[in-house]
DNA sequence: TTTATAAAGATAGTATTACTATCTCATAGA
DNA sequence: TCTATGAGATAGTAATACTATCTTTATAAA
Protein backbone atom coordinates (compact mmCIF):
# COMPACT_ATOMS: atom_id res chain seq x y z
CA UNK A 1 0.00 0.00 0.00
CA UNK A 2 1.06 3.49 -1.27
CA UNK A 3 -0.14 6.52 0.33
CA UNK A 4 0.56 10.39 -0.49
CA UNK A 5 -0.99 12.96 0.92
CA UNK A 6 -2.61 15.24 -1.59
CA UNK A 7 -3.93 18.45 -0.64
CA UNK A 8 -6.63 20.18 -2.07
CA UNK A 9 -6.01 23.61 -3.33
CA UNK A 10 -8.02 27.09 -4.12
CA UNK A 11 -8.09 26.77 -8.16
CA UNK A 12 -8.43 30.55 -7.89
CA UNK A 13 -4.45 30.64 -6.67
CA UNK A 14 -3.13 29.05 -10.20
CA UNK A 15 -3.88 28.98 -13.47
CA UNK A 16 -2.39 25.73 -14.31
CA UNK A 17 -2.54 23.51 -11.01
CA UNK A 18 1.33 22.62 -10.56
CA UNK A 19 0.33 19.12 -8.95
CA UNK A 20 -0.47 17.84 -12.63
CA UNK A 21 2.26 18.38 -13.93
CA UNK A 22 6.22 18.01 -13.53
CA UNK A 23 6.85 21.54 -14.68
CA UNK A 24 4.34 22.54 -12.03
CA UNK A 25 5.77 20.42 -9.16
CA UNK A 26 9.23 21.68 -10.02
CA UNK A 27 8.18 24.92 -9.28
CA UNK A 28 6.65 24.57 -5.75
CA UNK A 29 9.79 22.85 -5.21
CA UNK A 30 12.16 25.27 -6.08
CA UNK A 31 10.46 28.50 -5.25
CA UNK A 32 10.39 27.40 -1.64
CA UNK A 33 14.08 26.61 -1.88
CA UNK A 34 14.27 30.23 -4.25
CA UNK A 35 12.01 32.11 -2.15
CA UNK A 36 14.41 30.57 1.58
CA UNK A 37 17.74 31.73 -0.42
CA UNK A 38 17.35 35.27 -0.92
CA UNK A 39 13.82 36.26 0.52
CA UNK A 40 10.70 37.00 -0.83
CA UNK A 41 11.43 40.54 -1.69
CA UNK A 42 14.45 39.32 -3.98
CA UNK A 43 12.80 36.37 -5.44
CA UNK A 44 11.46 36.65 -9.24
CA UNK A 45 10.19 34.62 -11.76
CA UNK A 46 13.07 34.69 -13.88
CA UNK A 47 15.44 33.40 -10.71
CA UNK A 48 13.08 30.64 -10.15
CA UNK A 49 13.22 30.04 -14.06
CA UNK A 50 16.90 29.50 -13.84
CA UNK A 51 17.06 27.40 -10.86
CA UNK A 52 14.88 24.93 -13.10
CA UNK A 53 15.98 25.49 -16.29
CA UNK A 54 12.89 26.40 -17.57
CA UNK A 55 11.73 30.08 -18.75
CA UNK A 56 9.90 32.73 -17.37
CA UNK A 57 7.16 32.40 -19.13
CA UNK A 58 6.43 28.81 -18.43
CA UNK A 59 6.09 29.74 -14.92
CA UNK A 60 4.12 32.78 -15.71
CA UNK A 61 0.77 29.77 -17.23
CA UNK A 62 0.89 28.40 -13.65
CA UNK A 63 1.26 31.31 -11.29
CA UNK A 64 -0.50 35.15 -12.35
CA UNK A 65 2.50 36.87 -10.13
CA UNK A 66 5.04 35.63 -6.96
CA UNK A 67 2.09 37.23 -4.70
CA UNK A 68 -0.20 34.81 -5.88
CA UNK A 69 2.58 31.91 -5.60
CA UNK A 70 3.30 33.02 -1.91
CA UNK A 71 -0.59 32.27 -1.32
CA UNK A 72 -0.58 28.84 -2.68
CA UNK A 73 2.49 27.75 -0.67
CA UNK A 74 1.16 29.80 2.55
CA UNK A 75 -2.15 27.98 1.90
CA UNK A 76 -0.81 24.48 1.32
CA UNK A 77 1.62 24.61 4.75
CA UNK A 78 -1.20 25.44 6.75
CA UNK A 79 -3.46 22.78 5.19
CA UNK A 80 -0.60 20.42 5.78
CA UNK A 81 -0.22 21.44 9.29
CA UNK A 82 -3.79 20.90 9.85
CA UNK A 83 -3.58 17.61 8.36
CA UNK A 84 -0.30 17.00 10.32
CA UNK A 85 -2.26 17.90 14.13
CA UNK A 86 -5.31 15.86 12.95
CA UNK A 87 -3.15 12.83 12.87
CA UNK A 88 -1.41 13.75 15.53
CA UNK A 89 -4.44 14.43 17.79
CA UNK A 90 -6.36 10.78 16.48
CA UNK A 91 -7.50 8.84 19.56
CA UNK A 92 -6.62 11.85 22.01
CA UNK A 93 -9.04 12.86 24.37
CA UNK A 94 -7.90 15.02 26.44
CA UNK A 95 -8.42 18.33 24.94
CA UNK A 96 -5.07 19.46 27.09
CA UNK A 97 -2.70 16.71 25.65
CA UNK A 98 -4.30 17.97 22.05
CA UNK A 99 -3.65 21.60 23.17
CA UNK A 100 -0.06 20.51 23.91
CA UNK A 101 0.27 18.68 20.92
CA UNK A 102 -0.58 21.53 18.90
CA UNK A 103 2.36 24.07 20.40
CA UNK A 104 4.57 21.52 19.67
CA UNK A 105 3.59 21.21 15.80
CA UNK A 106 3.54 24.57 15.91
CA UNK A 107 6.90 25.44 16.93
CA UNK A 108 9.08 22.77 16.77
CA UNK A 109 10.61 21.90 13.71
CA UNK A 110 9.16 19.21 11.52
CA UNK A 111 10.34 15.69 11.69
CA UNK A 112 9.79 14.20 7.81
CA UNK A 113 7.09 12.53 8.47
CA UNK A 114 4.72 12.18 6.04
CA UNK A 115 5.28 11.98 2.47
CA UNK A 116 4.40 14.83 0.18
CA UNK A 117 7.02 14.19 -2.28
CA UNK A 118 8.41 16.98 -3.65
CA UNK A 119 8.15 19.33 -0.67
CA UNK A 120 10.78 19.92 1.62
CA UNK A 121 8.64 20.66 4.65
CA UNK A 122 11.70 21.82 6.64
CA UNK A 123 12.83 24.57 4.71
CA UNK A 124 9.02 25.55 3.85
CA UNK A 125 8.58 25.78 7.88
CA UNK A 126 11.25 28.13 7.81
CA UNK A 127 10.07 30.76 4.61
CA UNK A 128 6.33 30.33 6.38
CA UNK A 129 8.29 32.07 9.50
CA UNK A 130 9.98 34.27 7.92
CA UNK A 131 7.58 35.40 4.48
CA UNK A 132 4.37 33.93 5.96
CA UNK A 133 2.59 36.94 7.33
CA UNK A 134 3.51 38.84 4.30
CA UNK A 135 0.79 36.92 2.24
CA UNK A 136 -1.81 38.25 4.06
CA UNK A 137 -0.27 41.93 4.74
CA UNK A 138 -1.29 43.79 1.90
CA UNK A 139 -3.75 46.27 0.91
CA UNK A 140 -5.83 43.26 -0.98
CA UNK A 141 -5.92 41.56 2.29
CA UNK A 142 -10.33 42.11 2.36
CA UNK A 143 -10.35 40.44 -1.96
CA UNK A 144 -8.64 37.36 -1.17
CA UNK A 145 -9.99 36.73 1.79
CA UNK A 146 -13.15 37.05 -0.09
CA UNK A 147 -11.73 34.66 -2.95
CA UNK A 148 -11.33 31.80 0.45
CA UNK A 149 -7.62 32.06 -0.27
CA UNK A 150 -6.51 32.13 3.88
CA UNK A 151 -9.15 29.51 4.30
CA UNK A 152 -6.97 27.33 5.67
CA UNK A 153 -5.31 29.27 8.11
CA UNK A 154 -8.39 30.52 8.92
CA UNK A 155 -9.70 26.63 9.59
CA UNK A 156 -6.17 25.89 11.71
CA UNK A 157 -7.02 28.97 13.95
CA UNK A 158 -10.73 27.68 14.13
CA UNK A 159 -9.94 24.09 15.05
CA UNK A 160 -7.70 25.41 17.40
CA UNK A 161 -9.76 27.56 18.92
CA UNK A 162 -12.17 24.56 19.18
CA UNK A 163 -9.67 22.58 21.61
CA UNK A 164 -9.27 25.50 23.68
CA UNK A 165 -12.71 25.84 23.77
CA UNK A 166 -12.38 22.21 25.02
CA UNK A 167 -10.19 22.98 27.94
CA UNK A 168 -12.19 25.91 29.23
CA UNK A 169 -15.60 26.17 27.43
CA UNK A 170 -16.15 30.08 29.24
CA UNK A 171 -12.57 31.32 28.16
CA UNK A 172 -13.66 34.51 26.29
CA UNK A 173 -10.91 35.04 23.54
CA UNK A 174 -10.26 31.07 22.28
CA UNK A 175 -10.02 32.81 18.27
CA UNK A 176 -7.33 35.43 19.67
CA UNK A 177 -5.29 33.27 21.70
CA UNK A 178 -5.22 30.84 19.06
CA UNK A 179 -3.67 33.30 16.18
CA UNK A 180 -1.39 34.58 18.62
CA UNK A 181 -0.66 30.88 19.39
CA UNK A 182 0.13 30.55 15.80
CA UNK A 183 1.83 33.67 15.15
CA UNK A 184 4.01 33.67 18.24
CA UNK A 185 5.03 29.90 17.68
CA UNK A 186 6.81 31.69 14.31
CA UNK A 187 7.62 35.33 15.75
CA UNK A 188 9.16 34.29 18.94
CA UNK A 189 11.30 32.05 16.44
CA UNK A 190 12.24 34.15 14.42
CA UNK A 191 13.21 36.73 16.76
CA UNK A 192 14.85 34.18 18.82
CA UNK A 193 17.31 33.48 15.35
CA UNK A 194 17.54 37.04 14.39
CA UNK A 195 17.14 39.18 17.05
CA UNK A 196 17.39 37.50 20.56
CA UNK A 197 16.99 40.60 22.62
CA UNK A 198 13.35 40.41 21.91
CA UNK A 199 12.86 36.95 23.65
CA UNK A 200 14.46 35.15 26.70
CA UNK A 201 15.96 32.19 24.45
CA UNK A 202 19.00 30.83 23.47
CA UNK A 203 19.64 30.25 19.76
CA UNK A 204 18.17 27.67 17.99
CA UNK A 205 16.12 26.44 21.65
CA UNK A 206 12.88 25.63 20.35
CA UNK A 207 12.25 23.74 23.28
CA UNK A 208 12.15 27.01 25.20
CA UNK A 209 9.59 28.53 22.54
CA UNK A 210 7.01 25.46 23.23
CA UNK A 211 7.99 25.86 27.09
CA UNK A 212 6.94 29.71 26.87
CA UNK A 213 3.88 29.46 24.40
CA UNK A 214 2.20 26.40 27.00
CA UNK A 215 2.98 28.63 29.68
CA UNK A 216 0.75 31.39 28.18
CA UNK A 217 -1.75 29.20 27.13
CA UNK A 218 -2.84 26.94 29.88
CA UNK A 219 -2.57 30.07 32.49
CA UNK A 220 -5.05 31.86 30.17
CA UNK A 221 -7.48 29.28 29.73
CA UNK A 222 -7.26 27.93 33.18
CA UNK B 1 7.02 77.92 26.56
CA UNK B 2 7.36 76.23 23.46
CA UNK B 3 8.18 72.18 23.64
CA UNK B 4 8.51 70.23 20.83
CA UNK B 5 9.53 66.59 20.39
CA UNK B 6 12.61 65.81 19.01
CA UNK B 7 13.71 62.16 18.67
CA UNK B 8 17.09 61.46 17.64
CA UNK B 9 17.72 58.74 15.03
CA UNK B 10 20.40 56.40 14.12
CA UNK B 11 22.15 58.57 11.15
CA UNK B 12 22.81 55.40 8.97
CA UNK B 13 19.70 55.28 8.23
CA UNK B 14 19.37 58.02 6.17
CA UNK B 15 21.63 60.06 3.61
CA UNK B 16 20.99 63.86 4.65
CA UNK B 17 18.70 63.97 7.87
CA UNK B 18 15.04 64.45 6.95
CA UNK B 19 14.78 66.66 9.87
CA UNK B 20 17.09 69.40 9.19
CA UNK B 21 15.28 70.85 5.61
CA UNK B 22 11.67 71.53 4.21
CA UNK B 23 11.85 68.70 1.62
CA UNK B 24 13.07 66.33 4.09
CA UNK B 25 9.77 66.43 6.55
CA UNK B 26 7.85 66.83 3.39
CA UNK B 27 9.58 63.68 2.60
CA UNK B 28 8.61 61.71 5.99
CA UNK B 29 4.92 63.16 5.88
CA UNK B 30 3.81 62.56 3.00
CA UNK B 31 5.52 59.01 2.57
CA UNK B 32 3.74 57.89 5.05
CA UNK B 33 0.37 58.81 3.47
CA UNK B 34 1.74 57.28 0.42
CA UNK B 35 2.67 53.70 1.90
CA UNK B 36 -0.83 53.95 4.25
CA UNK B 37 -2.88 54.48 0.48
CA UNK B 38 -1.29 51.75 -1.60
CA UNK B 39 0.73 49.43 1.30
CA UNK B 40 4.54 49.60 1.21
CA UNK B 41 5.00 46.71 -1.85
CA UNK B 42 2.85 49.18 -4.39
CA UNK B 43 5.53 51.84 -2.66
CA UNK B 44 7.76 53.98 -4.84
CA UNK B 45 10.02 56.92 -4.89
CA UNK B 46 8.80 58.24 -7.94
CA UNK B 47 4.85 58.05 -6.61
CA UNK B 48 5.69 59.93 -3.47
CA UNK B 49 7.96 62.84 -5.59
CA UNK B 50 4.64 63.94 -7.64
CA UNK B 51 2.78 63.34 -4.47
CA UNK B 52 5.31 66.25 -2.88
CA UNK B 53 5.98 67.78 -6.22
CA UNK B 54 9.68 67.12 -6.43
CA UNK B 55 11.79 64.52 -7.73
CA UNK B 56 12.60 61.06 -7.34
CA UNK B 57 16.51 62.21 -7.52
CA UNK B 58 15.28 64.47 -4.94
CA UNK B 59 14.43 61.83 -2.21
CA UNK B 60 17.40 59.44 -3.08
CA UNK B 61 19.34 62.34 -1.53
CA UNK B 62 17.96 61.57 1.45
CA UNK B 63 17.58 57.88 1.65
CA UNK B 64 18.65 54.91 0.04
CA UNK B 65 16.08 53.19 -0.76
CA UNK B 66 12.41 52.51 0.36
CA UNK B 67 13.37 49.83 2.61
CA UNK B 68 15.59 52.15 4.76
CA UNK B 69 12.75 54.55 4.88
CA UNK B 70 10.72 51.93 6.25
CA UNK B 71 13.15 51.24 8.61
CA UNK B 72 13.46 54.84 9.41
CA UNK B 73 9.70 55.16 10.04
CA UNK B 74 9.54 52.51 12.29
CA UNK B 75 12.33 53.10 14.19
CA UNK B 76 11.00 56.36 15.00
CA UNK B 77 7.25 55.06 15.59
CA UNK B 78 8.82 52.78 18.68
CA UNK B 79 11.22 55.68 19.50
CA UNK B 80 8.11 57.80 19.96
CA UNK B 81 5.60 54.81 21.86
CA UNK B 82 8.58 54.43 24.36
CA UNK B 83 8.42 58.39 24.64
CA UNK B 84 4.65 57.90 25.67
CA UNK B 85 5.25 55.08 28.12
CA UNK B 86 7.27 57.24 29.84
CA UNK B 87 5.28 60.29 29.90
CA UNK B 88 2.33 58.34 30.78
CA UNK B 89 4.06 56.16 33.38
CA UNK B 90 5.83 59.06 35.15
CA UNK B 91 4.84 59.33 38.86
CA UNK B 92 3.23 55.95 38.52
CA UNK B 93 4.60 53.39 41.32
CA UNK B 94 2.37 50.16 41.21
CA UNK B 95 3.78 47.86 38.37
CA UNK B 96 0.18 46.61 37.51
CA UNK B 97 -0.84 50.32 36.46
CA UNK B 98 2.09 50.68 34.38
CA UNK B 99 1.88 47.68 32.67
CA UNK B 100 -1.66 48.34 32.07
CA UNK B 101 -1.51 51.83 30.76
CA UNK B 102 1.59 50.36 28.43
CA UNK B 103 -1.34 47.82 26.75
CA UNK B 104 -3.46 50.15 26.13
CA UNK B 105 -0.78 52.94 24.68
CA UNK B 106 0.05 49.83 22.34
CA UNK B 107 -3.43 49.20 21.11
CA UNK B 108 -5.40 51.76 21.19
CA UNK B 109 -5.73 54.58 18.87
CA UNK B 110 -3.81 57.71 19.16
CA UNK B 111 -5.09 60.87 20.51
CA UNK B 112 -2.70 63.33 19.21
CA UNK B 113 -1.56 64.39 22.09
CA UNK B 114 2.24 65.55 21.96
CA UNK B 115 3.03 67.91 19.06
CA UNK B 116 5.50 66.35 16.84
CA UNK B 117 4.38 68.88 14.16
CA UNK B 118 4.52 66.87 10.75
CA UNK B 119 4.17 63.49 11.33
CA UNK B 120 0.45 62.35 11.81
CA UNK B 121 0.54 59.52 14.30
CA UNK B 122 -2.80 58.42 13.34
CA UNK B 123 -1.81 57.39 9.69
CA UNK B 124 1.55 56.13 11.34
CA UNK B 125 0.02 53.79 13.43
CA UNK B 126 -1.62 52.19 10.96
CA UNK B 127 0.85 51.68 8.51
CA UNK B 128 2.79 50.55 11.60
CA UNK B 129 0.10 47.70 12.23
CA UNK B 130 0.05 46.61 8.41
CA UNK B 131 3.83 47.11 7.40
CA UNK B 132 5.76 47.11 10.46
CA UNK B 133 7.29 43.85 10.53
CA UNK B 134 8.46 44.26 7.29
CA UNK B 135 11.20 46.37 8.72
CA UNK B 136 12.70 43.22 9.90
CA UNK B 137 11.30 40.30 8.26
CA UNK B 138 13.93 40.36 5.59
CA UNK B 139 17.14 38.37 4.87
CA UNK B 140 19.24 41.22 6.06
CA UNK B 141 18.07 41.51 9.04
CA UNK B 142 21.15 40.48 11.21
CA UNK B 143 23.17 43.16 9.33
CA UNK B 144 20.55 45.85 9.98
CA UNK B 145 20.71 44.72 13.74
CA UNK B 146 24.25 45.18 13.74
CA UNK B 147 23.70 48.33 12.66
CA UNK B 148 21.26 49.00 15.34
CA UNK B 149 18.53 50.11 13.55
CA UNK B 150 15.84 48.17 15.49
CA UNK B 151 17.14 49.80 18.64
CA UNK B 152 14.30 51.60 19.40
CA UNK B 153 12.17 48.58 19.11
CA UNK B 154 14.40 46.25 21.27
CA UNK B 155 14.84 49.27 23.83
CA UNK B 156 11.07 49.13 24.36
CA UNK B 157 10.56 45.61 24.61
CA UNK B 158 13.34 45.96 27.19
CA UNK B 159 11.60 48.12 29.05
CA UNK B 160 8.00 46.60 29.00
CA UNK B 161 10.15 43.74 30.00
CA UNK B 162 11.39 45.53 32.95
CA UNK B 163 7.80 46.44 34.00
CA UNK B 164 6.46 42.79 33.83
CA UNK B 165 9.14 41.71 35.98
CA UNK B 166 8.52 44.77 38.57
CA UNK B 167 4.99 43.10 38.30
CA UNK B 168 6.35 39.53 38.78
CA UNK B 169 10.23 39.33 39.59
CA UNK B 170 10.21 35.48 39.05
CA UNK B 171 8.30 35.36 35.62
CA UNK B 172 10.98 33.51 33.13
CA UNK B 173 9.69 35.30 30.02
CA UNK B 174 9.51 39.04 30.41
CA UNK B 175 11.00 39.26 27.11
CA UNK B 176 8.97 36.87 24.66
CA UNK B 177 6.00 38.05 26.91
CA UNK B 178 6.93 41.76 26.05
CA UNK B 179 7.33 41.15 22.22
CA UNK B 180 4.13 38.90 21.98
CA UNK B 181 2.35 41.73 23.57
CA UNK B 182 3.90 44.18 21.28
CA UNK B 183 3.53 42.40 18.09
CA UNK B 184 -0.24 41.36 19.15
CA UNK B 185 -1.29 44.76 20.16
CA UNK B 186 -0.55 45.05 16.14
CA UNK B 187 -2.10 42.09 14.67
CA UNK B 188 -5.05 41.37 16.50
CA UNK B 189 -6.41 45.04 15.24
CA UNK B 190 -5.05 43.88 11.75
CA UNK B 191 -6.77 41.03 11.96
CA UNK B 192 -9.90 42.36 13.57
CA UNK B 193 -10.32 44.80 10.81
CA UNK B 194 -9.35 42.58 7.67
CA UNK B 195 -9.64 38.54 8.47
CA UNK B 196 -11.92 38.81 11.60
CA UNK B 197 -11.94 34.72 11.75
CA UNK B 198 -9.26 34.98 13.49
CA UNK B 199 -10.31 37.54 16.36
CA UNK B 200 -12.79 37.27 18.86
CA UNK B 201 -13.76 41.41 17.94
CA UNK B 202 -16.13 42.65 16.02
CA UNK B 203 -15.07 45.96 13.81
CA UNK B 204 -12.74 48.53 15.32
CA UNK B 205 -13.41 47.42 18.72
CA UNK B 206 -9.55 47.69 19.99
CA UNK B 207 -11.17 47.96 23.76
CA UNK B 208 -12.03 44.70 23.77
CA UNK B 209 -8.33 43.84 22.13
CA UNK B 210 -7.13 45.60 25.02
CA UNK B 211 -8.95 43.31 27.51
CA UNK B 212 -7.63 40.37 25.67
CA UNK B 213 -4.24 41.17 26.23
CA UNK B 214 -4.35 42.54 29.84
CA UNK B 215 -6.38 38.98 30.79
CA UNK B 216 -3.55 37.16 28.62
CA UNK B 217 -0.65 38.84 30.52
CA UNK B 218 -1.68 39.35 33.63
CA UNK B 219 -2.73 35.14 33.96
CA UNK B 220 0.97 34.69 32.53
CA UNK B 221 2.42 36.64 35.74
CA UNK B 222 0.62 35.61 38.33
C1' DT C 1 29.08 93.12 -2.96
C1' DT C 2 31.21 89.10 -4.18
C1' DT C 3 31.71 84.37 -3.51
C1' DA C 4 31.26 79.96 -1.70
C1' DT C 5 28.27 76.25 -0.79
C1' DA C 6 24.38 73.54 0.17
C1' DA C 7 19.69 72.27 -1.23
C1' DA C 8 16.94 71.03 -4.67
C1' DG C 9 14.96 71.13 -9.37
C1' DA C 10 15.53 69.22 -14.25
C1' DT C 11 16.83 65.85 -17.28
C1' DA C 12 18.82 61.65 -18.94
C1' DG C 13 20.19 57.10 -18.82
C1' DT C 14 20.66 52.01 -17.33
C1' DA C 15 19.72 47.43 -15.52
C1' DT C 16 16.25 44.80 -13.71
C1' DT C 17 11.48 43.55 -12.87
C1' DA C 18 7.02 42.18 -14.05
C1' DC C 19 4.77 41.00 -17.11
C1' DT C 20 2.33 39.66 -22.36
C1' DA C 21 2.47 37.61 -26.86
C1' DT C 22 3.62 34.46 -30.29
C1' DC C 23 5.72 30.67 -32.52
C1' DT C 24 7.62 26.10 -32.47
C1' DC C 25 8.17 21.42 -31.00
C1' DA C 26 7.43 17.03 -28.62
C1' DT C 27 4.33 13.65 -27.18
C1' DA C 28 0.39 11.26 -25.75
C1' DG C 29 -4.41 9.91 -26.68
C1' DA C 30 -8.30 9.18 -29.61
C1' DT D 1 -3.19 10.32 -38.42
C1' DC D 2 -5.13 14.14 -36.11
C1' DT D 3 -5.18 17.02 -32.31
C1' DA D 4 -4.80 18.83 -27.78
C1' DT D 5 -1.56 19.85 -24.20
C1' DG D 6 2.70 21.02 -22.07
C1' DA D 7 6.60 23.49 -22.46
C1' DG D 8 10.82 25.56 -24.66
C1' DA D 9 12.44 29.80 -27.29
C1' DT D 10 12.30 34.42 -28.35
C1' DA D 11 10.77 39.13 -28.37
C1' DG D 12 8.89 43.12 -26.60
C1' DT D 13 6.96 46.69 -23.23
C1' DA D 14 5.98 49.51 -19.19
C1' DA D 15 7.40 50.26 -14.73
C1' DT D 16 10.84 50.05 -11.06
C1' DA D 17 15.07 51.06 -8.82
C1' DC D 18 18.37 53.28 -9.12
C1' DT D 19 22.91 56.72 -10.75
C1' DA D 20 24.83 60.77 -12.88
C1' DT D 21 25.15 65.34 -14.23
C1' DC D 22 23.93 69.99 -14.91
C1' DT D 23 21.47 74.15 -13.51
C1' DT D 24 19.09 77.17 -10.42
C1' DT D 25 18.18 79.15 -6.02
C1' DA D 26 18.86 80.57 -1.29
C1' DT D 27 21.79 81.76 2.19
C1' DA D 28 25.60 83.20 4.57
C1' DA D 29 30.47 83.98 5.15
C1' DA D 30 34.44 86.98 3.36
Redesign the pocket.
Known sequence: MELQLQIKMNKKLFL??PE?????KKIIQHSIEVINKNGFE??????LAEDI??????I???F????KLLMYITAWYWSWLEYRIMIHTLNVNDPEVKLKKVIQLLAATVEDDIDTSHINENILHQIIIAEGTKAYLTKHVSEDNKDQFFKPYKDLCAKVGQIILECNPKYKYPKSLSSTIIEMAHFQNFFMNNLPALTDFGKEDESKVVAFLEELVFSAIS
Do not use: I, V
Not at 20 to 24: K, P, W, Y
Not at 53 to 58: L, R, V
Open positions: RDQTELGAFTFKKNSTEAGYRYENKH
